[in-house]
């Protein structure tokens, strides 16, 4: 077995490849174990790796760099890529709130760090050091690290060190704040998510409601007509004429009097659209229209990203009629206007043989959606290391500050699931394939940390190192209640949304994904994400400043 042990032994990317592995598995089998019902998930990763790493297992210092980079470039870039679609809608409703509460409580940290340094005899590069690390900021770190090395022409090992004890707190420091938060406000988890969806169902979702016509001003107007004089998107998705007959209306189609019709609405304009028809009433439409046919057909063909209903002739067809485009589990009302996209599965109500045309101009074909698109993830993620490696220049710094392998990475690819249509690019990931992306991203990532902070790890903790874990778990969780309370107490935010701009503001992928198991939906990814970009450039920005005006 000597062969075995030299393995382990020698930093080859054999031994490397090794050490991951068994990091991450060991990881994720003591990720499952919970108690009184909570667990931190992957990161016990981070905490295995620290371990095995002080035992003596070794792995190469280049291939941990390069294993840890592109762990949080994939975890980052499918984030993006997920939460891209409804982002700037996002961003419109909350987002500017979002961020004065993320730059709020950054300030908070920085101001408790500088505080540290003039209260302690602690130097300024062991702070910031303990700074990233109680926020998890790691391009912060190295950022810092190229500061100092520039202005003094050496390394400095203290920031690496204070990065290395203050991250397990980090980690768990923000886990905690979160569960802090939830008592301190008698948090009930399924009232959140009852909340949540009552919102979320008050937006833009669609709605089939059936109301009378009962308007004399709509006698007679063709249904071209009435869609353009309400000024809504709304779709009238079938008619039940006096004689009880049904029919699939056209853009000609007249309302008479007593008619009832069934109609796609957003739900924001029920009441509008009750005041505009006439009352609604509740009908049976199954039991109705037995000769109509109601399918939803996915969108496979990539000739068909990006262009519109009206544009592919769909909308206003005689014999069918398009009610609603499903996208991301939202249901969008269909209108000429509306651009699909691949994924897309769009509700078409007619004839048997018309339903299937449109079925076959669709696509609808689920092997075809299976297929990974693998040219936007790696394209996407060759311009997201090109935008972060772009230098932003400020007066007054000497040294340029850059977004970082996360940063760039992470905007590029919420633009990408945003507007990749519009250039025919075809973004669709099925869900598995994006959750397998970022587990093994967050993984591998975790695992690079312990593993290259394990070796000192316990001899600087035991040297007086522990001091520093106070200090960072002040950093990680003073201001992660103070956010919290101000986005609960004052703006009345959601539990869940909450946790997301907690875990975009100390950019911590480890409290994102407890952030996540936690909610059950995209509530968390999505205030994340909206707050991640401007964080990250602030947590750089602060830690470059703080060495160059306490250590020049």
Not at 127 to 132: A, Q
Not at 151 to 180: H, Q, R, T
Not at 395 to 409: D, F, M, R, S, T
Request: some cysteine; overall charge positive; aromatic content about 10%.
């Amino acid at each position: 077995m000597q062969w075995l042990r030299d393995i382990f032994a020698e930093s080859s990317v054999a031994g490397s490849v090794l050490a991951l592995s068994l990091v991450i598995a060991l990881g994720i089998a003591l990720g499952k174990i919970k108690i009184k019902g909570v667990s931190i998930g992957s990161t016990w990763i981070l905490f295995v790796g620290i371990f095995l790493s002080h035992m003596g297992l070794n792995a190469d210092s280049h291939c941990l760099h390069f294993a840890r980079e592109i762990g949080l470039i994939f975890f980052v870039y499918s984030i993006g890529l997920q939460v891209g679609p409804g982002f700037f809608s996002s961003f419109k409703e909350g987002g500017v709130r979002l961020n004065a509460i993320a730059l709020f409580m950054i300030l908070f940290g920085v101001a408790l760090a500088v505080g540290i340094y003039f209260a302690t005899s602690l130097d300024m590069p062991t702070v910031v050091g303990i700074l990233s690390g109680a926020v998890t900021n790691t391009p912060g770190l190295g950022a810092a690290q190229q500061t100092y090395a520039d202005m003094k022409g050496e390394g400095a090992d203290l920031i690496s060190l204070g990065y290395a004890v203050a991250y397990p707190l980090g980690v768990l420091g923000a886990i905690a704040s979160m569960m802090l938060l939830r008592r301190i406000f008698r948090i009930n988890l399924d009232s959140e998510r009852a909340i949540l969806h009552s919102r979320e169902g008050a937006g833009s979702s669609a709605k089939r409601l059936t109301f009378r016509v009962e308007n004399p001003a709509l006698f007679g107007m063709e249904i071209s007509k009435i869609a353009e004089l309400s000024k809504r998107h709304l779709v009238i998705s079938r008619i039940l004429r006096a004689d009880s007959s049904v029919e699939i209306p056209t853009a000609s189609s007249a309302l008479r009097s007593g008619d009832s019709v069934l109609v796609v609405l957003e739900s924001k304009d029920e009441a509008f659209v009750g005041a505009f028809i006439g009352r609604p009433v509740e009908m049976e439409w199954r039991k109705l229209d037995t000769k109509l046919v109601s399918r939803r057909i996915l969108i496979t063909r990539p000739n068909l990203n990006g262009k519109s209903l009206g544009k592919l002739g769909l909308f206003g067809g005689g014999a069918y009629n398009i009610t609603r485009v499903n996208r991301a589990g939202i249901d969008l009302v269909a209108h000429p206007g509306l651009k699909l996209q691949m994924g897309d599965g769009v509700t078409v109500v007619g004839s048997a043989d018309a339903v299937e045309g449109v079925e076959k101009l669709l696509g609808n074909s689920m092997k075809r959606l299976r297929e990974p698109n693998l040219i936007p993830i790696f394209f996407g993620i060759f311009l997201g290391v090109l935008l972060g490696s772009v230098p932003f220049a400020f007066p007054g710094i000497p040294q340029p500050v850059k977004l970082g392998l996360a940063g760039g990475p992470l905007v590029v690819a919420i633009l990408i699931g945003r507007f990749g249509y519009r250039i025919n690019m075809v973004t669709y990931t099925t869900l598995s394939a994006n959750l397998m992306l970022r587990e093994m991203g967050i993984s591998l990532f975790l695992a690079s940390v312990g593993l290259g902070a394990g070796a000192n790890f316990f001899s600087t903790l035991l040297g007086g190192g522990y001091v520093w874990i106070a200090y960072g778990a002040l950093i990680t969780m003073l201001p992660m209640l103070a956010a919290g309370a101000v986005a609960r107490g004052v703006f009345k935010m959601d539990y869940f949304s909450i946790c997301g701009m907690l875990s975009g503001a100390s950019t911590n992928p480890p409290a994102l994904a407890y952030s996540n198991a936690v909610a059950a939906n995209d509530a968390p990814a999505v205030s994340y994400a909206t707050v991640y970009p401007l964080s990250m450039f602030m947590r750089v920005l602060t830690a470059q400043m703080l060495i160059l005006f306490f250590c020049s």
